[in-house]
């Protein structure tokens, strides 16, 4: 089991931790580079991308538990 998190500051910048370790950062213009064109998914896309790869987009692993927070 491991916990992956994500953060986008204000300013753009964003972090990537899983395990409790920061694995990625970097400067990004905004959340999404387009508005989705289905709900909110976890762990699949079926109906649009929202980057630069092809739906459908299915993780092969297990979710356990998604905890989406606003601040």
Do not use: M
Not at 20 to 31: E, L, N, R
Request: net charge neutral; glycine share 12%.
């Amino acid at each position: 089991q491991v916990e992956v998190a994500g953060r986008l500051a204000k300013e753009g910048t964003i972090t990537v931790e899983t395990a409790g370790k920061q694995v990625a950062s970097g400067k990004v213009a905004g959340p999404l580079p387009t508005t989705p064109g289905d709900p909110l998914e976890c762990g699949a896309d079926h109906v649009t991308a929202v980057g630069d790869y092809r739906v459908p987009n299915t993780f092969a692993g297990k979710v356990l538990k998604a905890v989406v927070e606003v601040r």
